[in-house]
């Protein structure tokens, strides 16, 4: 099946919508099987929507009130580009960080390559140095 990139983006969107209202079994269905996720510090793609969940509940476990705003998002070919802001309040243990209740704000530069109508791999550079700065137990300046 050809994907052309409005439907694409359409498919993009309503995943970060299932991701944003916390129904990662919806998200997780818009994954192919076989699905890879290639994350800033692991060598090899992680593999499979399992793995992906369990990524998703952690930041979901940590910000349970976390907002997503797609700040620009465009697709070429099988190929989608997004830059997204995420904003959210530190309400659970986050990377091994308790709670701090701050609120925390930073952005992150995604690439999806979608397979038919799926997403089949993601690229994703969280600015994770931002977020663990927010939550550290040193209060930001």
């Keep these: 099946m050809n994907m052309t990139p409005e439907k694409n983006l359409a498919l993009m969107h309503t995943a970060y919508n299932a991701l944003q209202s916390g129904d990662l079994d919806a998200a997780a269905e818009m ?55 995420f904003r959210g309040t530190h309400q659970g243990t986050f990377q091994g960080i308790w ?6 704000s930073f952005r992150s530069i995604e690439l999806y390559r979608l397979e038919g109508d799926k997403i089949a791999e993601e690229w994703v550079a969280p600015d994770l140095m ?12």
Excluded at 67 to 77: A, R, T, Y
Excluded at 99 to 104: H, M, S
Excluded at 132 to 137: G, R, V
């Design 99 to 104: 709670a701090t209740q701050r609120p925390v």
């Design 31 to 85: 994954l192919t099987e076989n699905f890879l996720a290639n994350v800033p510090g692991i060598p090899d793609p992680l593999r499979g929507r399992e793995v992906w969940k369990l990524g998703a509940q952690s930041m979901l476990e940590g910000f349970p009130d976390l907002q997503i705003q797609v700040e620009d998002m465009f697709g070429v070919d099988d190929k989608v580009a997004v830059r997204v802001h």
């Design 130 to 141: 931002s977020l663990l700065q927010q939550i550290s137990a040193a209060p930001a300046h």
